[in-house]
C-alpha cells in the first residue's frame, strides 16, 4: 500500500472542512461547558439540601454515562417528545453539557481553595453576598483553575469525533466519507490523525502558555 | 441591660441607616446628600464636615460599648466559653490576654460574627448582636440584623487576609462603596487619606503580594478603618510579622488608638504594647475571665498565680 500524494492533495479541503466543524463543536461546546459547569456549582451551594443533593445526583448521572448515547438520547430520542434540532446544534449542546460536570468539579476544587480568611474578610467588611462571588471568591478561585480549564478544551476536541455518531460533518466523519468514495482509507485517516495532533499540540502550547502565566499570583 | 446608657443616639446609631441595607445588589446610584451611613453630621464627636474622607479617617464620637451576657460557646463537646459575662465601655480599649486555647480569638470572632453564638447575649450599644426583637420577644437574628450589626465593627486579622485579586487602592474602597454606597470618588478620597495615616501613600497601586508583611498589615487596617467601625477587634496582628516590621504596626496602632474613639479590643502577647494602648487587661483561661485591672496592675502586680504563671511563660518566650 502505497502513500498517494494526489489523491492527499484531493481529499484536504474536504478534511479541512469537517475540521472546521471539530473545530466549531468543540469552541462552542467549550462555552457551554464553562458556564453551565458554574452554573451547576453555584446551584449545589443554595442553602436547600434536597436541591443541592438534586444537582449532585444529575450531574453525577451525566458524568458517568458516556457521551455516545448521551448524543442517542438527545438526537433521536428528544424529537419524539417534540424536541427536534439540528445535529450539529445537538452535538454541541451534548459535549458542553457533558463536559459542564466535569468543568464543574473543576470550579467546586478552585473554590474550596480559596483560603477560609478570604470569606472572613468579606464578612468583616460586611460585603453582601453577590460581591463575595463576584469581586473576590470567583476571581480567585477561576484564576486557580485556568490551566485544568484548559486542558479540558484539549480533551473535549479530542471526544469531538463521537459527533459522528449523529452524523455531524466533522474530520473524522469527513475522512469516512471521503474513504468510503475511493476506498481508499490510509490517506485519510492518517491525515484525520495528523490534524488531531497539531490542533492538540497548538493547543497544548496556548494551555502551557496560560498555566505559565497563572500558575502563581 | 446595655452597657451604655452614655451620650447622644443609641450607640453607633443602628437602623438609623438608610442606604444599601439589603443583602444584595449594589447601592443605587450613591446619592450625593447621603449622609447615609457614616460621618453622620452628629454633633460635636464627629471632627469633621463635608470633605471628611480625606481629611480625618478616624472614626470620633458615639461608640458603643460591648456586653457579653452568660455566653456559652461550644466547639462539639469542648466548651470553650462558660457563661462568659464582661463589659467593655464605650471608647474603652481593652486587652485580652491568656494562654493558647483560653478563648481570646472565639470572643472576637463571636463579635465579628465569624462564629456563631450557642447561649447568651452579647451587646453591642443597646442592642443584641445576635437576636433582634420580633413582636416583643427576642429571636435568632437574621441576615439584615447581622448586616447592620455589623457594620458597627471591624476586624484586623493575623493573617491580614487582604485581597490578593485587587490592588491596594481597591481593597480599601471595595467596601466603602459595596456596603455603605460611597460614591467612587468619596471612596478613593477616603482611600488615599487612610493610606497616607498608615504611610503607605506610595503604594495606593500595588498588589498586596508586592507589599512586605508589615505593609500588608497596614492595608488591612487601613481597609477595617475605611468602613469607619466603632469597634475595632485586633487579633495578634502582629504575631505573623518579622520581628523588626512588628514596631512599626505598632506605633500605628497606638497612633491610632489615641486619635480615635474606638472601642478596642486587643488580643496581643506584646506586654509592652499592651500596657501602652490599654486601658484594662482581661486575663483569660477556660474559657473564664481570671483577673482584670489596669494594665500596670495586671503585669505589675497580678493577684492570682495563673496569671503570673501566664506573664512568665510569655516572658521567657
Ligand atoms: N473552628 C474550631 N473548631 C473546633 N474547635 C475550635 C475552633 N476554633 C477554636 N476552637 C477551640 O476553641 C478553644 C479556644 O480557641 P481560641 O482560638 O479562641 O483560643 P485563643 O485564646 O485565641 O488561643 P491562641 O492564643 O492560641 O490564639 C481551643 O480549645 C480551640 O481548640
Ligand atoms: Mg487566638
Given at each position: 500500500?502505497?502513500?498517494?500524494?494526489?489523491?492527499?492533495?484531493?481529499?484536504?479541503?474536504?478534511?479541512?472542512?469537517?475540521?472546521?466543524?471539530?473545530?466549531?463543536?468543540?469552541?462552542?461546546?467549550?462555552?457551554?461547558?464553562?458556564?453551565?459547569?458554574?452554573?451547576?456549582?453555584?446551584?449545589?451551594?443554595?442553602?436547600?439540601?434536597?436541591?443541592?443533593?438534586?444537582?449532585?445526583?444529575?450531574?453525577?448521572?451525566?458524568?458517568?454515562?458516556?457521551?455516545?448515547?448521551?448524543?442517542?438520547?438527545?438526537?433521536?430520542?428528544?424529537?419524539?417528545?417534540?424536541?427536534?434540532?439540528?445535529?450539529?446544534?445537538?452535538?454541541?449542546?451534548?459535549?458542553?453539557?457533558?463536559?459542564?460536570?466535569?468543568?464543574?468539579?473543576?470550579?467546586?476544587?478552585?473554590?474550596?481553595?480559596?483560603?477560609?480568611?478570604?470569606?472572613?474578610a468579606?464578612?468583616?467588611l460586611?460585603l453582601?453576598?453577590?460581591?463575595?462571588?463576584?469581586d473576590v471568591?470567583?476571581p480567585?478561585?477561576?484564576?486557580?483553575?485556568?490551566?485544568?480549564?484548559?486542558?479540558?478544551?484539549?480533551?473535549?476536541?479530542?471526544?469531538?469525533?463521537?459527533?459522528?455518531?449523529?452524523?455531524?460533518?466533522?474530520?473524522?466523519?469527513?475522512?469516512?466519507?471521503?474513504?468510503?468514495?475511493?476506498?481508499?482509507?490510509?490517506?485519510?485517516?492518517?491525515?484525520?490523525?495528523?490534524?488531531?495532533?497539531?490542533?492538540?499540540?497548538?493547543?497544548?502550547?496556548?494551555?502551557?502558555?496560560?498555566?505559565?502565566?497563572?500558575?502563581?499570583? | 441591660?446595655?452597657?451604655?446608657?452614655?451620650?447622644?443616639?443609641?450607640?453607633?446609631?443602628?437602623?438609623?441607616?438608610?442606604?444599601?441595607?439589603?443583602?444584595?445588589?449594589?447601592?443605587?446610584?450613591?446619592?450625593?446628600?447621603?449622609?447615609?451611613?457614616?460621618?453622620?453630621?452628629?454633633?460635636?464627636?464627629?471632627?469633621?464636615?463635608?470633605?471628611?474622607a480625606a481629611?480625618?479617617p478616624?472614626?470620633?464620637?458615639?461608640?458603643?460599648?460591648?456586653?457579653?451576657?452568660?455566653?456559652?460557646?461550644?466547639?462539639?463537646?469542648?466548651?470553650?466559653?462558660?457563661?462568659?459575662?464582661?463589659?467593655?465601655?464605650?471608647?474603652?480599649?481593652?486587652?485580652?490576654?491568656?494562654?493558647?486555647?483560653?478563648?481570646?480569638?472565639?470572643?472576637?470572632?463571636?463579635?465579628?460574627?465569624?462564629?456563631?453564638?450557642?447561649?447568651?447575649?452579647?451587646?453591642?450599644?443597646?442592642?443584641?448582636?445576635?437576636?433582634?426583637?420580633?413582636?416583643?420577644?427576642?429571636?435568632?437574628?437574621?441576615?439584615?440584623?447581622?448586616?447592620?450589626?455589623?457594620?458597627?465593627?471591624?476586624?484586623?486579622?493575623?493573617?491580614f487576609?487582604l485581597f490578593p485579586n485587587m490592588n491596594v487602592l481597591r481593597n480599601l474602597t471595595e467596601g466603602p462603596v459595596r456596603v455603605l454606597?460611597l460614591s467612587r470618588d468619596e471612596a478613593v478620597e477616603r482611600a488615599k487619606g487612610l493610606l497616607d495615616l498608615v504611610g503607605l501613600g506610595d503604594k495606593i497601586d500595588s498588589h498586596p503580594s508586592q507589599l512586605?508583611?508589615?505593609q500588608q498589615?497596614r492595608v488591612a487596617i487601613a481597609r477595617a478603618l475605611a468602613m469607619?467601625?466603632?469597634?475595632?477587634?485586633?487579633?495578634?496582628?502582629?504575631?505573623?510579622?518579622?520581628?523588626?516590621?512588628?514596631?512599626?504596626?505598632?506605633?500605628?496602632?497606638?497612633?491610632?488608638?489615641?486619635?480615635?474613639?474606638?472601642?478596642?479590643?486587643?488580643?496581643?502577647?506584646?506586654?509592652?504594647?499592651?500596657?501602652?494602648?490599654?486601658?484594662?487587661?482581661?486575663?483569660?483561661?477556660?474559657?473564664?475571665?481570671?483577673?482584670?485591672?489596669?494594665?500596670?496592675?495586671?503585669?505589675?502586680?497580678?493577684?492570682?498565680?495563673?496569671?503570673?504563671?501566664?506573664?512568665?511563660?510569655?516572658?521567657?518566650?
Amino acid at each position: 500500500m502505497d502513500w498517494d500524494w494526489q489523491y492527499s492533495g484531493d481529499i484536504l479541503p474536504d478534511l479541512l472542512d469537517g475540521l472546521r466543524y471539530t473545530v466549531i463543536a468543540t469552541l462552542a461546546g467549550y462555552v457551554i461547558a464553562l458556564v453551565l459547569g458554574l452554573v451547576w456549582t453555584l446551584l449545589r451551594r443554595t442553602p436547600s439540601r434536597v436541591f443541592n443533593q438534586a444537582i449532585r445526583w444529575i450531574t453525577e448521572f451525566i458524568r458517568s454515562t458516556p457521551l455516545i448515547p448521551q448524543l442517542y438520547f438527545v438526537f433521536f430520542v428528544l424529537p419524539a417528545w417534540g424536541i427536534t434540532i439540528g445535529s450539529l446544534t445537538a452535538g454541541i449542546i451534548t459535549l458542553g453539557i457533558h463536559y459542564s460536570t466535569y468543568t464543574a468539579e473543576v470550579y467546586r476544587a478552585g473554590i474550596a481553595d480559596v483560603p477560609k480568611g478570604q470569606w472572613e474578610a468579606c464578612t468583616a467588611l460586611n460585603l453582601p453576598r453577590s460581591r463575595v462571588w463576584l469581586d473576590v471568591i470567583l476571581p480567585q478561585a477561576i484564576r486557580r483553575v485556568i490551566p485544568t480549564l484548559g486542558n479540558y478544551l484539549i480533551a473535549m476536541f479530542k471526544d469531538s469525533p463521537m459527533l459522528l455518531a449523529i452524523n455531524v460533518a466533522e474530520l473524522l466523519f469527513s475522512a469516512y466519507q471521503v474513504g468510503s468514495k475511493s476506498l481508499q482509507f490510509l490517506e485519510p485517516i492518517t491525515m484525520v490523525g495528523l490534524l488531531f495532533v497539531v490542533v492538540s499540540v497548538i493547543s497544548s502550547i496556548l494551555v502551557r502558555r496560560l498555566e505559565r502565566r497563572y500558575a502563581t499570583n | 441591660m446595655p452597657p451604655t446608657e452614655s451620650d447622644e443616639v443609641g450607640p453607633g446609631g443602628v437602623g438609623g441607616r438608610p442606604s444599601s441595607e439589603s443583602t444584595d445588589t449594589e447601592p443605587e446610584s450613591p446619592t450625593p446628600k447621603d449622609s447615609g451611613d457614616d460621618a453622620v453630621p452628629k454633633g460635636e464627636g464627629v471632627s469633621t464636615e463635608k470633605g471628611d474622607a480625606a481629611a480625618a479617617p478616624l472614626p470620633r464620637g458615639e461608640a458603643p460599648g460591648i456586653r457579653f451576657e452568660k455566653v456559652i460557646k461550644r466547639f462539639g463537646h469542648n466548651v470553650v466559653l462558660r457563661e462568659l459575662d464582661f463589659t467593655v465601655g464605650p471608647g474603652e480599649r481593652v486587652t485580652l490576654i491568656g494562654p493558647s486555647g483560653s478563648g481570646k480569638t472565639t470572643i472576637l470572632r463571636l463579635l465579628m460574627t465569624l462564629e456563631k453564638l450557642d447561649e447568651g447575649l452579647i451587646w453591642i450599644g443597646d442592642e443584641t448582636l445576635w437576636h433582634m426583637e420580633r413582636g416583643g420577644k427576642r429571636v435568632p437574628a437574621n441576615q439584615k440584623h447581622l448586616h447592620e450589626m455589623r457594620k458597627q465593627v471591624g476586624m484586623v486579622f493575623q493573617q491580614f487576609n487582604l485581597f490578593p485579586n485587587m490592588n491596594v487602592l481597591r481593597n480599601l474602597t471595595e467596601g466603602p462603596v459595596r456596603v455603605l454606597g460611597l460614591s467612587r470618588d468619596e471612596a478613593v478620597e477616603r482611600a488615599k487619606g487612610l493610606l497616607d495615616l498608615v504611610g503607605l501613600g506610595d503604594k495606593i497601586d500595588s498588589h498586596p503580594s508586592q507589599l512586605s508583611g508589615g505593609q500588608q498589615q497596614r492595608v488591612a487596617i487601613a481597609r477595617a478603618l475605611a468602613m469607619q467601625p466603632r469597634v475595632l477587634l485586633l487579633d495578634e496582628v502582629t504575631s505573623a510579622l518579622d520581628p523588626e516590621l512588628v514596631v512599626g504596626v505598632q506605633d500605628l496602632l497606638r497612633d491610632i488608638a489615641r486619635q480615635s474613639d474606638l472601642t478596642l479590643l486587643c488580643v496581643t502577647h506584646e506586654m509592652t504594647f499592651a500596657k501602652d494602648i490599654s486601658d484594662r487587661v482581661l486575663m483569660f483561661d477556660g474559657g473564664q475571665i481570671v483577673e482584670e485591672g489596669p494594665p500596670d496592675q495586671i503585669f505589675g502586680e497580678p493577684s492570682e498565680q495563673r496569671t503570673r504563671d501566664f506573664l512568665q511563660a510569655v516572658l521567657a518566650s
